[in-house]
């Protein structure tokens, strides 16, 4: 059984950064995906970034050039997020992966609001 506690939300304004972490617990890190998928009201969850182990990324379209998303060890993942929009406004999810199994986070709210 793997844990995930994630961190790093909030509110902030259009234009300004947030850096989400997730900190991984529980099993065998040594290959894995770990990334960030978020959720509005009434929308579907939808991919934002996610990273190997090894440090391949991919992320989705809305995000591209605005976000970042790093690892510093087989256990834990970050998500910058820089140039912050409304629409970005949602409930971010961590999410582990490997070998056919996945875990998910608690989630975490972001709200972009003047």
């Known amino acids: 059984q793997v844990q995930l506690v994630e961190s790093g939300g909030g509110l902030v304004q259009p234009g300004g950064s947030l850096r989400l972490s997730c900190r991984a617990s529980g099993s065998d890190f040594s290959i894995n995906v770990m990334g960030w998928y978020r959720q509005a009201p009434g929308n579907k969850r939808e991919l934002v970034a996610t990273a190997t182990s090894g440090g391949i990324a991919v992320y989705g379209d809305s995000v591209k050039g605005r976000f970042t998303i790093s690892r510093d060890n087989a256990n834990t993942v970050y998500l910058q997020m820089n140039g912050l929009k409304p629409e970005d406004t949602a409930v971010y999810y961590c999410?582990?992966?490997?070998?056919?199994?996945?875990?998910w986070g608690q989630g975490t709210q972001v709200t972009v609001s003047s």
């Open positions: 999410k582990w992966a490997k070998a056919g199994k996945e875990y």
